[in-house]
Structure formats: C-alpha cells, structure tokens
C-alpha cells in the first residue's frame, strides 16, 4: 500500500477497522445536480399547465380572504352585547275588494234594483292539509232578503195611485166598505217569492225589483145594491205582441213569420170563417222541416231528438188550430192580459176572472173598454197588448212599457164574457158601459173611450 494511502486510513475517522472500502476508488455519481435539475423542470411544465392556474386562482381568492379579515377587523367597532330579536308582526288580514260567483256572472248583476251588500271575513285557521278538508274553512253564506208588500184596501190609497178614480167610478165609494183582498194577491207573490228562492239558490239572473213589485193591490168588490161584483187590480202596465188571424190579417211581417218567439195563438179564439189561411203556417212548416233534418243527423243525440220531437207534436197541434179558429192580433186588438192561474182557477172563486170577460182600464183620467184576451205567467200582472199601450203611451213599444209606475186601475166583471166571436169594438163599449151602469154608472164628464178599426183595408 503507497505510504500516503496508509496515512489517509489513518486519518479517516469513519473509516471501519478490519472492512473494505465498497466503491473502492471508482467516482461516485452527482445527485445533488441531477435532482436540482429535475425540480427545475417540472416546475417549468407546472406553471403552463391547467393546474398551475386553477392553483393561483385559489391563492388569490385566499389572499382576498385574508385581507378581507384583516380589514374588517381594523374597520369593525367593538361588538355590543347582543339584544333579543323583536317579536315578528302578524301579518294584516285584508279583505279583497272584489266578490264575484262561479256562475260566470258578477252577482253585484243578479239583478237590476237589487241591494246586494257582500262582506268577507277572514280568520286564523289551522294546517293548510287539515283546512281544504274542512267545509266551513271555505264556505259562502248568501241570503237574499225579500219583503213582500200588503195590498192597499182604502179609496184614498186608490186614489193616490190613481187620481180621479172616484169621479169616474162614483160607485166604488159604496163598495169599498166590505173590499176584501183576493187570494191571488198573496199567490201572486208567492209564486215570485217562489221564483227568486229557486234562481237565487243557482246564482241565476233574479227578477228585477221593478218586476218583483209590479201590482199593489187586487180586491174582490161587491156593489150592495145590484150584487155586481168586480176584480179590480192597480198594477204597471207591460207589452204584449202575440196573436194571428188569416180572415183580418192574411199578410204579416217575414220577422214576423219565422220568428222563433211570437205566439200565433192567443187564449181568446173563435171559428174561423174566411178561406185565407193563416200567414203564420207557412213558418211554422219551416220549423217542423228544420227539426225533422236535425233529428236525421248522425251526431244529434238521442235527448235532442226526443225534444225535436216533442217540439214537431207541438207545432203541429198549432197549425191544426191556426186552420180551423182564428184570434187577437196585439198589434191590432185592446186587450188586457191576466196571470194563467186566475183564468184557470177551480175553486169556484166567483171573482176569478176568465177569458173573454169584459174588463176597462182606467188611467189618467180616461176608462177604455175591453176583454179578457190571453193569459200570461203566474208571476206577473199587468199586461196589455201592444194595440192597447200605444193608446196609453205612444212610446210604448215591444221592448218599452207604456206605464212602469202602479197607477194603471184593472176592472174585470167576472162571468161577463159571451160566446166567442170576431172582435166588434162597438160592442165591447156598449157591453163594458151597461156593466158599469150596475156598479152606478159613470161620473159626470165620463165616457168610454171608442176605439177605431185599424186593420188594412186591403187585408178584409
């Protein structure tokens, strides 16, 4: 061993005695320079790639964080000691402005003149789930509120609805002592009251006000002397337009005929003697032609059918009578109209008026003869025909009443009437004056109005 080799040995203080070197003297490799080298390089190929800036957006966001902190805690007073949280407000329980029904019509326009108070009332409830199970959570009360009028039973309350009646009928002073309320008065309300209860319990359009309260009184007067009695009604008076006769008037209006609402008939008929027929069966055939294609289509229903049918039976009944009678015509006819119940009464009543009795119409002064000549709902009173309420009112017209206040006075002389005829307004006035004789004739300056013949000239 080279003498400096021997003084190296000895000299290493690490070196094991008895063990020899493992590398022996072969140079040993740079890995210090080799991994400084390799940190190099991958720190190149991390700062372009993805990751390198999702990594500094999130030293970012963490810088910002910090400083944030560091802000709020240089801007921030000394926190207070913490107070209680109020109590939280119950909510205000408004009503809404606006009530309308399901019926698809506002019922503020169930009807005109109607008083329609609404209120809402809103309260604390439970669990929704356990609410919409329970019908009173959610639940309407409507009440309609009706009073039904007393008939007026003195001379000055017939007075003051029509002034100067007692001149014209000096007899009813003597008669009215002992006047008693027909019972048709009160069924006449009841069957409105009827009416309004069934509509009002739907949400259907009511009766008006105005038509509710259309008759003020209806009494049974007997004279002491003669023993003639009278039905004497104060009401409003409304249009009628109905009726048909081939001998007077062969030719009418095309409305007229195909017209799906006149009535050709009226409750007052007699034996046709002219060989002109009907102008209203030509549009009557019509009808009953339209129903028979109807029913022959594939898709009308069996219900619509039956109803075609029963329709088809009807009309043809009417066209067998429109051949064989002949009746008022409104545009042309005085005539008044009564409620159906008191024309086809069965109690004997001997005041009950019924079709074709004489009648006058007393108003403003003036008394008009006439008859008993159709018959009209239940429900309502105080109806004329059109020929009649142009006399009253010139305005007057199939949509406008000639008289709307209750001063219209009604006279019917029950068990009056003759056998059926052709209208002869000289007659009438002749009959209608030697029945008031009976009741002590007219006042002085009264007389029965004379009507005039107003048919075409070309139609007779």
């Given at each position: 061993?080279?003498p400096?080799?021997?003084?190296q040995k000895?000299n290493d ?8 070197s493992?590398?022996?003297?072969a ?13 190099l390089c ?15 957006r ?5 810088r910002?964080a910090?400083k944030e ?7 921030e ?17 408004r009503?809404?402005?606006d009530?309308?029904a399901s ?5 503020r ?15 604390k ?5 356990l609410?919409?199970?329970?019908d ?11 009073k ?12 003051k609805?029509s002034?100067?009646l ?20 009160y ?7 009827k009416?309004?209860k069934?509509?009002?319990t ?13 008759c ?11 023993g003639?009695r ?14 048909s ?23 007052y ?18 009808r ?7 029913i ?6 069996d219900d ?15 066209i067998?009578?429109m051949?064989?009678?002949s009746?008022?015509?409104a545009d042309y006819?005085?005539?008044i109209v ?14 009950a008026?019924r079709?074709?009795?004489y ?16 018959a ?16 009253l ?6 949509y406008s ?12 002389f ?5 056998s ?16 008031l ?24």
């Amino acid at each position: 061993m080279p003498p400096h080799s021997e003084n190296q040995k000895k000299n290493d203080p690490h070196e094991i005695e008895g063990i020899k070197s493992r590398h022996g003297n072969a140079t040993t490799f740079p890995w210090f320079r080799v991994s400084i080298l390799v940190l190099l390089c991958g720190s190149i190929a991390l700062l372009f790639s993805p990751l390198s800036e999702n990594l500094y957006r999130k030293l970012r966001e963490l810088r910002s964080a910090g400083k944030e902190v560091t802000e709020k805690k240089v801007s921030e007073p000394k926190p207070k000691a913490p107070e209680s949280p109020p109590k939280p407000k119950e909510p205000a329980i408004r009503a809404p402005q606006d009530h309308t029904a399901s019926s698809g019509g506002d019922m503020r326009m169930l009807s005109r003149g109607l008083q329609l108070n609404t209120k809402i009332r809103i309260e604390k409830g439970g669990a929704a789930s356990l609410e919409r199970d329970t019908d009173e959570s959610f639940s309407a009360h409507y009440e309609l509120k009706i009073k039904l009028p007393k008939a007026i039973t003195t001379l000055p309350e017939l007075e003051k609805n029509s002034p100067g009646l007692t001149a014209i009928l000096p007899g009813l002073e003597a008669m009215m002592p002992k006047a008693k309320v027909s019972g048709f008065f009160y069924q006449l309300y009841e069957n409105k009251a009827k009416r309004m209860k069934s509509n009002a319990t739907q949400l259907n359009e009511l009766m008006t006000r105005h038509n509710f309260y259309d008759c003020e009184t209806m009494l049974n007067l007997k004279h002491p002397e003669t023993g003639r009695r009278i039905f004497l009604m104060q009401a409003e008076m409304d249009v009628v337009s109905d009726g048909s006769d081939g001998d007077r008037l062969p030719v009418m209006p095309e409305k007229i005929v195909n017209s799906t609402n006149y009535q050709p008939l009226t409750s007052y008929g007699w034996k046709k003697t002219g060989k002109s027929p009907n102008p209203l069966i030509a549009g009557w055939k019509n009808r009953i032609r339209k129903a028979e294609q109807e029913i022959a289509l594939a898709d009308t229903k069996d219900d619509r059918k039956a109803w075609l049918q029963s329709r088809i039976t009807k009309i043809k009944r009417e066209i067998k009578d429109m051949e064989a009678r002949s009746f008022l015509v409104a545009d042309y006819d005085p005539f008044i109209v009564m409620p159906i119940n008191v024309l086809t009464s069965n109690g004997g009543d001997p005041y009950a008026a019924r079709v074709g009795d004489y009648a006058v119409v007393v108003y403003e002064g003036k008394i008009y003869p006439s008859i008993v000549g159709d018959a009209g709902p239940s429900f309502k009173v105080g109806e004329a025909s059109l020929r009649f309420c142009k006399q009253l009112n010139p305005k007057a017209g199939i949509y406008s009443r000639p008289v709307s206040d209750l001063s219209v006075t009604y006279i019917v002389f029950p068990r009056s009437r003759d056998s059926s005829r052709e209208p002869d307004y000289a007659m009438w006035q002749q009959r209608c004056g030697s029945l008031l004789s009976e009741l002590g004739g007219l006042g002085e300056g009264s007389a029965l109005y004379s009507w005039e013949d107003t048919f075409p000239p070309s139609a007779k």
